[in-house]
């Protein structure tokens, strides 16, 4: 039956694994400075105000600004300094109409005072009197209270993925231990009678196996656990042995490698013979790529990526990481391909099939140009050189040299 | 003395504290699936070829490409089937003239043989005889012996950082341990009298330490190993002790806050204080983070920060980072800010500033818009809501809407 298989879309191909993908909804206590790159198990809100209190954001004077309407080199407004602001104290008293208190930056101003008179706008002249020479706005060089965010605001939603200015929000409202997602599990598993593992050197025909340490970063970069459980044959038994046991311990499951047909049979019969629905599609319309496996066994999605390494980590990047990263298929596609570059040859594609081209980036005359990487896709050395990956859309019979491509950086 | 400094340009900044930066030619061994985002120590070469035989890329069968020229659906070339090739082993004989061996995908060639001819493209007379209705070209269907790359060919230099696809062409190398440059030692000191730790309830005048979060989160994310040495109040004494302990266990020290004038006093004061050269710059043509120390005692550089959030974060992804990531400030600066986005709101900048703007990245109609994070940057908020940096140029007084902007995500 697998025969009527036909080649699906990376669209329909993405609905269809969405389908039987959840990601797990456990979670673990971390400290804050461990929290990095983790995403959030539930919505985080603050419980103060942030800053509590109205702040300087310059070195100057606090002031009414009404007394320094009008002011100018010709004819300042003249105050009286009324005080001081110690850093990190409450001022020791209030600002009355006509005065001004020495103030620092990030100082609390002190009751009475809505703004902050820049030093270099004044002129001291005595102990007790400055002149003001430009007016100031009510508000103006303040950061008033609440302003960065007030007790009950949500500050980070559940699943973000926290950069460092989230631990810095987070320190801001008192949060030292956060609960993340347990991350993904996934299970790796490379296949065919021609892998041998890195350690070995191969004989004839043998090849060292790239797949499981490609998969295996790829998937640490998007912030899964990953397995590693070996190679196995293109043999029936053995193949599912070994994946029964990987999905036991994972959450998802990769098998690389058996592009030809015969292994690609296999490797489909022990997915159907391990659980419900089982293959959903077998083959998507994508250059390099076609020959993926896309499979759910009792709620966990298994791929069957192509062995060809820079084919694996394309359909990697396209179907797998966005689960892992982000818990299921982002909305909003351009974060997958945020780069834009002129492309710097002509690339013939086949109209219906999404192609994508390993590009070297280049900056020329304030432009960024992409380069092809011309080779097999069966060559790793191509992946490393590459500096990341062009989109060349379903729609399009090819892309003419000078025409701009998206490209998502490696 | 100080008064004397005048801001200078990013690029002096980096120059100047390029001089007195080298980084740690130490390394440390660790096993290929550990050195994920590590950087090489030394140029890794390749001790075989790879592939070590000529593999074929389709299933179908092993010929004598000049065996096929000519061949068309009309009048097939009709070839003996002599043999089959099994995954993973030396095809047991040669390919004679006229033959035909079955292959599948990564198969060994056999000798003889100098293209494979796709099944699809063959028909099955009998047995023992196909009829191939395309002519292939010598190499066709066919990753040649050395294709990926040769013994002795450099395959990775020294300081490269290692991506997945690098994880996966050094197992392809045989190469299961690797040894890496030992992270940037990066000391972090938060200044301030107003600034208390996260797990306390700020009093009247006083705020939580954001920067040491955010600042261990960046050097974390460049691949540093960060060390936080806590809260010093603005007192020369104290500073010295701090920065002295840090200067020891660190190659790199980052004080941060302080932007008063008379705090930052403190900082330079203790800096000069502590060794040569002291003091390099103070104050930096940027905004955000114009009031930036930069400084180097015996070899190790110390910068002074902004304290305000977004301030110190920009300083940092401009000034520090580099230093972290690639041991020094990249020549191809495109890698910095390599989105390219329309902004939706005219800004204003100072000519002879760079300006360096929050942004909110959204695609519509197939193009990407940056849209200006508005608030002071004190607020740590900005930064959160923020998807990364727009630069605009010191040669600029403004962009207008619609104009491109270069962006850095965050």
Known sequence: MKELFKAITIKEARETIGKYFSPPRTGEKVPLLSALHRCLLHDVAAADDVPGFDRSTMDGFAVRAKDTFGASEGLPAYLEVAGEVFMGEKPAGELK????????????????????VMVEYTEELDENTIGV??????GENVIRRNEDFSAGDLILPAGHRLRPQDLGILAAAGITTVEVRTPLRVGIISTG??????EEKPGPGQVRDINSFTLYG???????????????????????????GALAENDLVLLSGGSSVGARDVAAAVIDALGRPGVLFHGVSLKPGKPTIGAAIEGKPVFGLPGHPASALVVFELLVAPLIRFGGYPREPFWEFPVRARLTRNLRSAAGREDYVRVKLALRNGELYADPVL???????TLVKADGLAKIPAGKEGVEAGEWVAVKLF
Chains 1, 2 share one sequence.
């Open 97 to 116: 109409a006509g005065q001004a208190w020495r103030i620092s930056t990030g100082g609390m101003l002190p009751p009475g005072a809505d703004a902050v």
């Open 133 to 138: 020479v430009r007016p100031v706005a009510p």
């Open 193 to 198: 009678d021609e892998v041998v593992p890195p």
């Open 218 to 244: 790829a998937v640490r970069e998007c912030g899964g656990e990953p397995r590693l459980y070996g190679i196995v044959g293109d043999n029936f038994r053995q193949l599912k042995e070994r994946l029964a």
């Open 375 to 381: 080779g097999k896709s069966g060559l790793i050395a």
